[in-house]
């Protein structure tokens, strides 16, 4: 039986942890993020909802100071410094041929043939849903009273070729840090539209 | 100052209630979602982080019988009937042209200059954040005791058409009702990956 919580919202400390109080980070404690903690991070992430159960994303997870250096050689000038300053910081990919996975992943039905011979399709697919992953990522961290930060600014192609050498259907999509944020390294919090600026009720 | 949280993990049934145990319904209880609901989900989902605060998504929501009937419309035939039950179906665009914003979203620095001429990584980056403030959507609609039915069959070019007509540098994303989840209309949760399968720590 599944659990329903209608109209139960989560207490309002809760609701600051994962949203409104959460922020990005640039610079990290020196304090380290566990494998227990990075494996936790995925076994939450992974109950978010992807469309047919696509589960898109794969994550290379570069925590050593090798993996570090060679993932901070192939960010910006602006991003490399807080990569090597973080405890571990995430690759996270979409694989386009996600499809192959389906049988397992979706089996109730034949959703391979639905993106078979239909590359682009199967390329947007993975692109949009290893985004909704990414963001179940960054919101499952923090939830585990962790601190996030993630960054596009990298050369896409150069990443894919070291990370992913032995995935070549696998693409980078962005990187995000995970550590303990250091509270010197943020500014002041960005301006939030009002609902109605971007928002219509019809 | 910055409240901080740090090794401070969410209560087990916060984190069952926005992901463990939640899931994507397709089918709705007779029971509304208010105005103030959705205000609430979008307060929340705003505070999420996007690249350079771009906050691209652009959401009509559709809860009258005439708005849902016109994007039921326009959906493949097995969203159709789950549109028309649910209390209220978020369409969730991006507007390719989010950079003219940047000036007050972003106000420290030129960062509408970084994306002038570049209308191929303009659309990039918004499909990739408005799908990250999608997934925020889920959650905060999860952790305020709704339930999601998050979904993509429908026509993209016809939903735009009709629903971004006076916006015509928004794209649809994807879809997603809201409400209260019919618990006989779902099924046994899909399988989810163990952690090795999809993830490297390195």
Known sequence: MT????????????????????????????????????????????????????QPARIVW???????QALADRCSEKNAPKILAAPVTAIIGYDIDFHEELPWLFPHTDAKSWFEGDEEGRKQGAFRNSSLQGAYFIIAARALGLDTGPMSGFDNAAVDKHFFVDQPRVRSNFICSVGYGDPTSIFERSPRPEFDKFNRVI
Chains 1, 2 share one sequence.
């Open 3 to 54: 659990q329903e919580y209608h109209d139960q919202p989560l207490p309002a400390a809760a609701l600051d942890q994962i949203f409104r109080e959460a922020r990005t980070y640039n610079g990290w404690l020196d304090k380290p993020v566990s494998d227990e903690q990075v494996h936790a991070i995925y076994e939450l992430m992974k109950m978010g909802p992807t469309s047919a159960n696509m």
């Open 62 to 68: 570069a925590k050593s100071d090798e993996a570090k």
